[in-house]
């Protein structure tokens, strides 16, 4: 997360060029996938997190693959709709684990 | 080795004079770190996971506010071109760097849960994730 985030704040100070922040950004991410993927594994098998959490983790996931999918096909109108319901997804999760955090605490 | 100084930290006795393996370890952010002299020992002050749960809603929260800001401007930089594209860039970042603290504190939910043996199976449908009872190891 903190590579992919340095590697975007590198390109807007224009330190690296974008083919770089590809790069930075692409590393960066795999964590964060794995993370989403981690936290739906801890509360839809080992229930350590309320359902929701791990549903629309899941949910954010796979409309990711689903945009990367139709990005790739060059499926613009469907991008679009799939981007959209993948950042409702992140949402999702944020508020579900955000509340299940301030629960614990 | 902890006693309670100031609300949201504790006072912990490193174990080690390096200290960093208790002092970076995710639930554990140093606030301050000093040798005590008198009991010749190292010790640090340290959040609390109370208080870094709470922290950690209040990122969530806020990664979620740059996240749909980043793709307001992501749609902006389609349309229009600069400067939103770097605006998206930068709350894309911000939104990274947020998630870190949620990710270290369902680190600490899932360390301390697994230690206590709390894990609940399919079929106990406790919700583990809950606030644990007084005196419980978790």
Redesign the interface.
């Known amino acids: 997360?903190?590579l992919?985030?340095?590697?975007?704040?590198l390109?807007?100070l224009r330190i690296i060029d974008l083919r770089t922040?590809f790069v930075t950004g692409g590393v960066?991410v795999v964590p964060?996938l794995a993370?989403l993927g981690?936290?739906a594994w801890?509360a839809l098998a080992?229930?350590?997190?309320?359902e929701a959490v791990g549903w629309f983790g899941a949910a954010a996931l796979g409309s990711a693959a689903l945009v990367t999918l139709a990005s790739i096909v060059k499926l613009d109108p469907a991008t679009w709709l799939l981007?959209?319901a993948l950042?409702s997804a992140?949402?999702g999760w944020?508020?579900a684990?955000?509340?299940?955090?301030?629960?614990?605490? | 080795m902890a006693d309670n100084s100031q609300a949201g930290f504790q006072r912990v006795e490193l174990r080690w004079v390096w200290g960093v393996g208790q002092v970076v370890e995710p639930g554990r952010v140093l606030r301050e770190q000093r040798y005590d002299g008198a009991a010749d020992r190292r010790v640090a002050t340290v959040m609390t996971?109370?208080?870094?749960?709470?922290v950690?809603?209040?990122s969530?929260?806020l990664?979620?506010l740059a996240?749909?800001l980043a793709?307001i401007f992501?749609v902006l930089f389609f349309r229009r071109g600069e400067p939103y594209g770097?605006l998206n860039?930068?709350f894309?970042?911000?939104a990274?760097?947020l998630?870190?603290l949620?990710?270290a504190?369902?680190y600490v939910?899932?360390r301390a849960?697994?230690a206590c043996g709390c894990?609940?199976?399919?079929s106990?449908?406790s919700?583990?994730?809950?606030?644990p009872p007084p005196g419980s190891s978790c």
């Open positions: 997360m903190a992919a985030a340095a590697g975007q704040l390109l807007i922040s960066g964060v993370w981690v936290t801890l080992q229930h350590l997190l309320p981007s959209a950042i992140l949402g944020l508020v684990l955000g509340s299940a955090l301030l629960t614990r605490g | 996971t109370a208080l870094l749960m709470r950690a809603c209040v969530a929260l990664a979620l996240l749909l793709g992501l770097s860039d930068f894309s970042a911000l990274l760097l998630l870190i949620p990710a504190a369902v939910v899932a849960t697994s894990s609940s199976s399919p106990q449908r919700p583990a994730w809950r606030s």
